[in-house]
């Protein structure tokens, strides 16, 4: 196990570049199933989600090669021989593997997919995801902790409305519809921009799609595909955690690397609660701030406030002057951080979905747990932010979805360092 040990109250400057989005490069692994051209993914984030897909793809019989030194995935699926079962063992801890079963019922006819599971902020169920590939013709049933679907005769174009927004069912739905037979308009889609970025790697494919409006689009799917060399967007919410980092510890800390504009709804709250940014096309700069405003926000579906940010904006609000409040609205149990913030000293109180933060408060270092990826780095924001020595134990889950973390932060000048024990 490691633990990583953080050193508090030290000022943050100079530059971070952000690395590729997780949840961007996921889905795109996904939809590689569908070809039989060669794929070429460059500005991969080497974390550990994205590592265990590309093993998941492996053993499946994908020609998945990975250049660790460029971050580049090179993808050629010739005549490889495909099997269509994803375990449970490569599904138990990254549950977004179940982006497969679209790509792979859609390309063979049929899939055997484990059920994900639930991880430590809900249940994650997958009925959307379900109810999409039934509009396309799949027929599906649950058996020992498997999805069974199958459509013999290939899956067909529909009129779909998802039932509520669902990032992963979204995004499964339009990579089974990009190889179905004719014309799929999906109704109430998320939106978020790594699934512009997927439809961006389908239409380099050879796959027609249009957004018609913000939640809806059509796919003419498309069986005749063509090779692709596709750069992994920045990662949104690494950008994010580096710009409250700032907000929290830093004095001049540049994050480069970004479209500012697609963090608008979180750069917006920042410039509420005070905090001093100079915002540019392709980077921000974040200076001290002296007094920072409390606030109450909702999270949301894009381009709402993601719920992937949730945890980081509350340690800021710790600092913030007054009462902030945040009604976390997508998932059922993501306050998982609060109690170890409580330990360090914030005062936080949790009445349902709704958490009410006490400003402002000091901080002081202390041994804490880390839960899930969000939290874990929430946990790390405190510890900068914190008097004496935070150690956050359990720091495999920080590595799912952030790469490179302590090396970018100490290159800001913070003191952190990662521990065996
Ligand atoms: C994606 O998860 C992201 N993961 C999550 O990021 C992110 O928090 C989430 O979208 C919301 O933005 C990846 O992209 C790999 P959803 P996903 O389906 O697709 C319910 C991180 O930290 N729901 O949009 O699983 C669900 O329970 C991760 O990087 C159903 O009820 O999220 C949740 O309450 C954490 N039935 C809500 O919808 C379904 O079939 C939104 O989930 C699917 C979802």
Request: net charge positive.
């Amino acid at each position: 196990m490691q633990k990583l040990i953080v050193k508090g109250k030290k000022i943050l400057s100079g530059t971070v570049k952000i690395s590729g989005s997780k949840n961007a490069t996921l889905p795109i692994l996904a939809a590689s199933i569908l070809s039989e051209k060669k794929i070429e993914i460059n500005n991969v984030p080497l974390v550990k989600d994205v590592m265990t897909m590309s093993e998941l793809l492996k053993h499946i019989g994908s020609g998945i090669k990975v250049n660790l030194k460029k971050k580049k995935f090179i993808i050629n699926n010739k005549k490889r021989k495909f099997k269509t079962v994803a375990p449970y063992s490569l599904l138990k801890t990254m549950r977004a593997g179940v982006i497969v079963l679209g790509p792979l019922l859609s390309k063979f006819g049929k899939a055997k997919v484990s059920l994900p599971g639930g991880c430590a902020i809900g249940s994650r169920p997958v009925d959307i995801h379900l109810f999409g590939l039934k509009k396309l013709g799949a027929r599906i049933k649950i058996k020992n902790g498997y999805i069974f679907a199958e459509a013999k005769k290939g899956l067909v174009g529909a009129k779909i409305t998802l039932p509520s927004i669902s990032v992963g069912a979204t995004e499964n739905v339009i990579i089974a519809a990009s190889y179905a037979k004719g014309t799929t308009y999906i109704n109430n889609c998320a939106c978020e921009p790594e699934i512009k970025n997927l439809t961006d790697f389908l239409k380099k494919m050879g796959v027609k799609i249009f957004w018609m409006n913000k939640r809806k689009i059509k796919i003419i799917g498309n069986q005749n595909l063509k090779p692709v060399n596709h750069t992994m967007m920045f990662d949104r919410i690494e950008a994010g955690t580096f710009i409250i980092a700032g907000a929290l510890a830093g004095r001049r800390l540049k994050i480069t690397g970004i479209e500012s504009k697609i963090l608008k709804k979180e750069l917006t709250v920042l410039k509420k609660m005070g905090i001093n940014l100079k915002i540019r096309k392709n980077e921000v700069t974040v200076f001290h701030s002296n007094k920072i405003k409390s606030i109450s926000i909702n999270t949301e579906p894009y381009p709402g406030f993601p719920t992937d940010l949730q945890a980081q904006i509350m340690v800021l609000m710790i600092k913030a002057n007054g009462v902030s409040k945040i009604r976390e609205n997508i998932f059922e149990n993501r306050f998982m951080h609060v109690p170890e913030l409580n330990r360090m000293g914030a005062k936080i109180k949790i009445k349902g979905n709704l958490s009410v933060i006490d400003g402002p408060q000091e901080l002081n270092g202390a041994e804490v747990m880390a839960t899930d990826l969000r939290a874990s780095v929430s946990l790390v924001l405190a510890g900068l932010i914190g008097k004496n020595r935070t150690s956050i134990n359990r720091v495999y889950h920080l590595d799912r979805g952030y790469e490179c973390l302590e090396k970018k932060l100490k290159k800001c000048r913070a003191n952190i360092s990662r521990l065996n024990y």
